[in-house]
């Protein structure tokens, strides 16, 4: 596809569910971001990849959240027991290599319940 | 460390008079700058980028910022809105060492009324 890919749009999940979304980069960009929206708030940086390793996961609120993308396009990201304060829109954004100009998808909003 | 301060949460304006939306920012390094426009249910997208070259800055859709290191401040303008200009935006700090890391501001929602 032309843009950056994100899915599902929307999922809605229990407290204590495991999640993965799913982030489909822009063909023959190497660099990859996550990042999360809270209501009425700017995106936050969660983890970087440059080609198939996180380069950068010091945005990674602890380790119930996780990333990988093994072949160096896909990325999905993980978040075990979910809890309410999790519920935000997870923002993926990729890029033809690191300090070039970032292209975002849509999201995925993800609700807590 | 890295921060923006956008001033202004939501700003209103009618249909082609001028656009102001504030920022100021906070940095260790010297910064470079952006500017992100969010239209609902679609994606950020970049209207501008200052990275210590010409310190006014001309980006997409008529829009231009002016960085000015003595009032730590990049706001963002545009002479004329139209109803299309009317979204969320961001004003985004990184270091120069590393735009894999942007700070984003909280955001400015800005309505045009026709």
């Known amino acids: 596809g032309a843009g950056v890919s994100q899915t599902p749009s929307n999922k809605v999940t229990e407290k204590g569910k495991y999640v993965e979304l799913r982030c489909d980069p822009i063909s023959g960009h190497t660099a990859l971001y996550w990042y999360r929206q809270s209501l009425g708030q700017g995106p936050e940086f969660l983890i970087y990849?440059?080609?198939?390793?996180?380069?950068?996961d010091s945005g990674l609120p602890n380790d119930r959240f996780f990333a990988v993308r093994p072949e160096g396009s896909v990325s999905t990201l993980k978040i075990q027991r979910t809890e309410r304060g999790d519920s935000a829109v997870y923002l993926c954004a990729s890029s033809q290599g690191p300090n070039e100009k970032l292209f975002f998808g849509s999201g995925t909003q993800l609700s807590v319940l | 460390a890295q921060s923006v301060t956008q001033l202004d949460s939501h700003v209103s304006v009618s249909e082609g008079t001028p656009v102001l939306l504030r920022c100021n920012y906070s940095?260790?390094?010297?910064?470079?700058l952006f500017w992100y426009v969010q239209h609902p249910n679609k994606g950020l997208q970049l209207l501008l980028k200052y990275t210590s070259a010409a310190t006014l800055v001309k980006g997409i859709n008529g829009f231009e910022a002016e960085f000015k290191k003595s009032e730590t401040s990049f706001h963002l303008t545009k002479p004329s809105a139209h109803m299309s200009d009317a979204a969320e935006y961001f004003c985004v700090v990184s270091d120069l060492a590393g735009a894999n890391n942007l700070f984003f501001g909280t955001g400015t929602r800005l309505t045009v009324i026709p």
């Open positions: 990849f440059q080609g198939t390793g996180a380069a950068d």
């Open positions: 940095s260790s390094y010297s910064p470079s």
